[in-house]
């Protein structure tokens, strides 16, 4: 009960750097990644892959086994992952309300409306010959 500080500014912590991480790269410059994300989308995937996984649940319990790192620290990391994996749905209704933000604006011309597509649109243009037919 006492650690409920450190662990809910371990979840935040965990949760806004693997976003920005992710997003940021997600940024890189369309020259070194033509198919890159658009914006909308990098903000999607950012969030919903910004929570903890399964695989910290392996590694942190070898640690522990290996005293690499002590009991409680590693009671401490395990509830951190634990609460990020749980407000992962959350996480995607946030995520979808921004992306839907920034695709607004798009849309109407704002600042962000580079006339990207989305992947879907893509694929769909690929396909089609100047006609509207599949080729």
Same mark, same amino acid.
């Given at each position: 009960? +006492?650690?409920?500080?450190?662990?809910?500014? /371990?979840?935040?912590?965990?949760?806004?750097?693997?976003?920005?991480?992710?997003?940021?790269?997600?940024?890189?410059?369309?020259?070194?990644?033509? =198919?890159? $994300?658009? !914006?909308?989308?990098?903000?999607?995937?950012?969030? $919903?892959? +910004? +929570? *903890?996984?399964? !695989?910290?649940?392996? %590694?942190?319990?070898?640690?522990?086994?290996?005293?690499?790192?002590?009991?409680?620290?590693? *009671?401490? $990391?395990?509830?951190?992952?634990?609460?990020?994996?749980? %407000?992962?749905?959350?996480?995607? @209704? %946030? #995520?979808?309300?921004? #992306? @839907?933000? !920034?695709?607004?604006?798009?849309? /109407?011309?704002? %600042?962000?409306? +580079? /006339?990207?597509? =989305? /992947?879907?649109?893509?694929?769909? @243009?690929?396909?089609?010959?100047?006609?509207?037919?599949?080729?």
């Amino acid at each position: 009960v +006492s650690e409920w500080p450190t662990i809910l500014t /371990g979840a935040v912590a965990l949760v806004i750097l693997k976003a920005l991480t992710l997003l940021a790269a997600t940024r890189v410059p369309r020259w070194l990644e033509p =198919n890159r $994300l658009p !914006f909308p989308e990098g903000i999607r995937l950012a969030a $919903l892959l +910004s +929570s *903890g996984g399964e !695989f910290a649940f392996v %590694v942190l319990a070898l640690a522990e086994k290996l005293k690499a790192l002590p009991e409680e620290l590693g *009671g401490v $990391l395990t509830a951190i992952v634990l609460i990020t994996m749980a %407000v992962t749905p959350l996480l995607g @209704d %946030v #995520a979808g309300a921004l #992306a @839907d933000t !920034f695709e607004g604006e798009a849309r /109407g011309g704002g %600042v962000r409306g +580079s /006339g990207e597509q =989305n /992947g879907a649109a893509a694929a769909l @243009d690929a396909g089609l010959n100047g006609e509207g037919r599949c080729e």
